[in-house]
């Protein structure tokens, strides 16, 4: 910008002026940089040694690669930590003495440092779309609390082999109401019951306080953050099938009894919260 600009008169025009011109003229010039999503995955993990590394395979395929993947190994007795060692540095680990999942969570959400929070089970594992699908869906639905996609069911220790791109497969992304979702939830859970389709943006997690997920009910705590989060506002969730949940006899999934007991003391701890509404 040239201090050669006069006024009309032919008088020289005032500082102030000279500076806001530039100021505007940057403003035309210079396009705002785009704020990348750093997406953070959080695995927490315990004597997984038979399916871990398929499942950080599937992380490290991303076609948007996440700004970070934390592992927290609550305690194992078989070789998962050596497994794991072999990812360094492409991944962090830390290490906890066994605490149950709902600590291991609390303790990598607490070190994680992304805008999007996408939580992985040690046994699961994601299509290469996964996350950008997922971010998309974040930066369309800015009041979301909570993200899905669909998933597929398989069984056994093996690996997945995606057939196809669901991806690419034309979906209607549904906004559900917090009161339509918990119906929907108690009365047929399969599109919500796991984490390893669920991202959370941080600053969403954050209004929850220190540890989100309850330790008294760990193994069923994903049941009771979703119902907190529903306080706060929609879940969006999208249908593609973009992860695969594993399905084995020693699962914790498989424990029915202890999860259902879970699940209802989760249900009475949130009481006092939604009466509170």
Request: net charge positive; charged share 15%.
């Amino acid at each position: 910008c040239s201090p050669a600009h006069c006024s009309p008169a032919g008088s020289p025009v005032s500082v102030r002026s000279m500076i806001t011109h530039c100021e505007r003229a940057q403003k035309v010039l210079v396009s705002p940089a785009k704020t990348i999503m750093k997406s953070s995955v959080l695995i927490p993990t315990y004597n997984s040694a038979r399916t871990i590394e398929a499942t950080l395979e599937s992380v490290l395929s991303q076609t948007a690669a996440p700004y970070e993947i934390l592992v927290m190994d609550d305690g194992s007795t078989d070789n998962t930590v050596q497994l794991l060692n072999r990812y360094l540095p492409r991944i962090t680990v830390f290490q906890q003495r066994n605490q149950g999942v709902a600590q291991a969570r609390n303790i990598l959400c607490e070190r994680s440092a992304g805008d999007l929070l996408a939580f992985l089970d040690h046994d699961d594992i994601w299509h290469p779309d996964y996350l950008a699908t997922q971010q998309k869906l974040v930066a369309a639905h800015p009041k979301g609390v909570a993200f899905f996609t669909g998933h597929q069911n398989f069984r056994g220790y093996g690996n997945y082999a995606w057939k196809d791109t669901p991806s690419a497969a034309p979906t209607t992304v549904e906004v559900v109401a917090p009161l339509d979702f918990i119906k929907r939830f108690n009365k047929a859970p399969g599109a919500f019951t796991s984490m390893s389709y669920c991202c959370i943006p941080k600053r969403v997690l954050n209004q929850l306080g220190q540890n989100p997920f309850c330790a008294e009910v760990s193994g069923c705590d994903d049941v009771m953050l979703y119902h907190r989060l529903v306080i706060i506002g929609p879940i969006v969730y999208n249908p593609s099938p973009l992860a695969a949940y594993r399905i084995t006899a020693g699962a914790q999934s498989a424990s029915l009894i202890k999860a259902v007991e879970k699940a209802v003391r989760a249900l009475e701890l949130l009481k006092p919260a939604f009466e509170a509404q």
